[in-house]
């Protein structure tokens, strides 16, 4: 069936494009749930002069300019910059970074609305019955965990869907194979169909397309899913 909508076209090469696309944002996405949530953590917990203006600036961090984030993780990366020996320019490595630093500030800010949204009783209850800090932590987390989710989400989304920086510190590389096809190094779906598109070649760029809005749209969907959950919990608990 999906021969006959672009007949002769390299499927295998639109497959490397997603899984590529794949890769990438799930990589990162995982590596800042990883920085993000204990950050998040320590915020939300805390009381320290200043922290409004550090939730302040990484609520600004969520409108990063791409094409800014990418040019300095291309300047980092570069053989002029602190990085250049590690040789990881133009590589799935770099747009991994790129995407892990626009990311973060997404999955950071949402999840410490999450966690600031758990009533101070839930956690005083928590250290009236004998918890300790790691106890209370924990707890807190299963609160908030749908919330938190729902950050996760919101970071794969802005991560799979990102395409200036990409392109600015990937390459957009195709790699060809000895069979004559092509195979995506650095290419995903969103920077094949801008390459697509400027070719002229709007059959390709709308079959993309809608594998990138497939792609999203399954997102949105577990997205619906953990919010109706977290309300009918809610309502539950009531």
Not at 2 to 26: E, H, K, N
Not at 30 to 36: D, E, G, K, Y
Not at 83 to 105: D, K
Not at 125 to 135: H, K, P, Q, S
Request: hydrophobic content about 50%.
């Amino acid at each position: 069936m999906l021969a006959q909508l672009i007949p002769g076209a390299d499927w295998q090469y639109f497959v490397s494009i997603a899984i590529v696309s794949l890769y990438v944002s799930t990589t990162a996405v995982a590596l800042s749930t990883l920085v993000s949530l204990p950050i998040a953590l320590a915020v939300g917990f805390a009381e320290f002069p200043g922290k409004r203006a550090v939730t302040a600036v990484i609520n600004t961090g969520m409108g990063f300019p791409s094409v800014v984030v990418g040019l300095l993780v291309l300047l980092t990366l570069s053989n002029q910059g602190p990085l250049g020996e590690l040789g990881l320019v133009f590589t799935p490595t770099a747009m991994i970074a790129s995407q892990f630093v626009l990311a973060t500030p997404v999955i950071m800010s949402i999840s410490l609305s999450a966690i600031e949204s758990v009533g101070q009783d839930v956690r005083d209850a928590a250290f009236t019955l004998g918890g300790t800090d790691t106890d209370v932590g924990l707890l807190v987390i299963k609160e908030a965990r749908y919330g938190i989710i729902t950050a996760v989400l919101a970071g794969f989304g802005r991560a799979v869907s990102e395409v200036g920086s990409i392109l600015i510190v990937g390459g957009n590389i195709v790699l060809n194979d000895p069979t004559g096809g092509k195979t995506s190094y650095t290419r995903t779906l969103t920077t094949a169909i801008t390459v697509e598109a400027r070719q002229g070649h709007y059959e390709t760029g709308l079959v993309l397309g809608a594998m990138l809005l497939v792609l999203v749209l399954c997102v949105n969907v577990l997205g619906s899913w953990v919010r109706s959950r977290s309300r009918g919990q809610g309502e539950v608990q009531r």
